[in-house]
Every structure is written in C-alpha cells, then in structure tokens.
C-alpha cells in the first residue's frame, strides 16, 4: 500500500514569491492533517480536514497561508507571500479517522531566501 | 493548557546499554498518547498508541508504558539502527482531536 506522497521534497524561494506544497494521503483515509516542523521541534498542527471540511484551521495564519482539499483527497498548501520565519519542513499526515495513528508523508524542506 | 515535555533532550547510549526515555503531559482528559520515531529527512512513523494507565505496549526491543501524568518507552539493549529522534503526542478529549507533540527525544546508539 502507498504511503503519503509529498511534492515537492524540496524548494528554495525568495521572500515575498508563493509557494505551494501538495499531499496525496493514503486511500481511503477521511482526516488529513499539515503540520509545520522547525529543526529540533516535534510537528504543530497548522490544519485538519475531515473529507473536505477544514474542521480545525485555528493555528494556521489566514493573513498568507490558505489550504484546500478539493473532493477530499488531495490537498494543497500555500504561502503567499513567503517570509524568512517560514523556512521549515512542512508535513502533511493522513488517518482514517481522527484519534487514530497518524501516517505521515516525507515533508517538503522550504528555505526561504 | 495541553502541554508535552521530552526528557532528555538528547541521549547517547552504548549498544546494549537499556534507557528509558520520559514523556509528562498536561491534558484536560487523555483521549490517547502515541510514539513515533523519527529519522533525518523522514516523517515521523507510528510506534505505539497508548489509551489509558497501566497500558503497556511492545515492539522488538521497545516498550512503552503510560501512568496519568507520564510515559516511558523503554529501549533495551539498543542497536545502532535504534539511533533516531522519538516523538511522543498527546490528544485531550477535550480540543476536539488536535494532537499535542513534545520536541522529541534524540537517541545516538554507538556501536
């Protein structure tokens, strides 16, 4: 079975260009979750999704972030525009419903120039 | 507020030499507490999930355990390959499912 695939792995960008990351969770699983991780850190929940409803979307900073996950599978995140501070590894987790085990992808490593 | 805190931070061992690594919480109600280990350049992989006190789970040379305010996974007679960061999470019943991770512990096994 496919595990969580992450796109791109890495990306280097200028400050104040976009940038979009994509996840496609494993099949059959409703909850999809992104999580920023800085080095040395654990991962902090930036969104949850249930299918396609954002259920939990009160970390994220609405001001450049935005997410969607269109019929409910794949979903992508974007930062418009970048500043230094979000250099990190952003990971995207998926599980078949909420309180089960999370199962996360590779992470996409963003440097922000 | 939910907190989780990892001790040590860091922790070199001696293959075969056995440790435990701590996890405390805070929580309003434990809905689950969970392990992962992560390696350089991965995602964290699931080890252990545990629900209530007095739990106890094993996988090959690991065992958590869980009371009410911490959790232990204990490592006995670490290999090399055991050498990662291990992540410990907490859900609260409470928050809806938001989960809760610590920092992590980075365990370095020499051979």
């Known amino acids: 079975e496919a595990g969580v695939v992450q796109s791109p792995r890495y990306k280097i960008i200028e400050k104040k260009q976009p940038v979009a990351f994509w996840c496609n969770p494993i099949?059959?699983?409703?909850?999809l979750y992104w999580y920023l991780q800085n080095l040395g850190q654990g991962p902090e929940l930036l969104i949850r999704?249930?299918?396609?409803?954002?259920?939990?979307d009160s970390q994220l900073p609405k001001d450049r972030f935005s997410a969607e996950r269109l019929k409910g599978v794949d979903s992508t995140l974007k930062i418009q525009p970048a500043e230094l501070g979000d250099s990190a590894v952003y990971l995207c987790?998926?599980?078949?419903?909420?309180?089960?085990?999370?199962?996360f992808g590779p992470g996409t490593r963003l440097t922000v120039l | 507020e939910d907190q989780v805190t990892q001790s040590p931070e860091a922790l070199r061992l001696q293959e075969g030499e056995s440790s435990s690594l701590n996890c405390s919480y805070t929580?309003?109600?434990?809905?689950?507490l969970f392990w992962y280990r992560q390696d350089p350049g991965k995602g964290p992989e699931f080890l252990f999930t545990?629900?209530?006190a007095g739990e106890e789970k094993e996988k090959e040379r690991l065992k958590a355990t869980l009371t009410k305010k911490e959790s232990f996974l204990h490592i006995t007679a670490p290999k090399p390959e055991d050498s990662a960061t291990y992540l410990c999470?907490?859900?609260?019943?409470?928050?809806?499912?938001?989960?809760?991770f610590g920092a992590g512990t980075r365990l370095f096994v020499k051979a």
């Open positions: 987790a998926s599980s078949p419903t909420p309180g089960f085990e999370q199962f």
């Open positions: 099949s059959g699983h409703n909850t």
């Open positions: 999704y249930e299918n396609e409803e954002a259920v939990d």
């Open positions: 929580v309003s109600g434990l809905r689950g």
């Open positions: 545990l629900y209530s």
């Open positions: 999470a907490v859900q609260a019943e409470t928050g809806g499912f938001k989960t809760i």
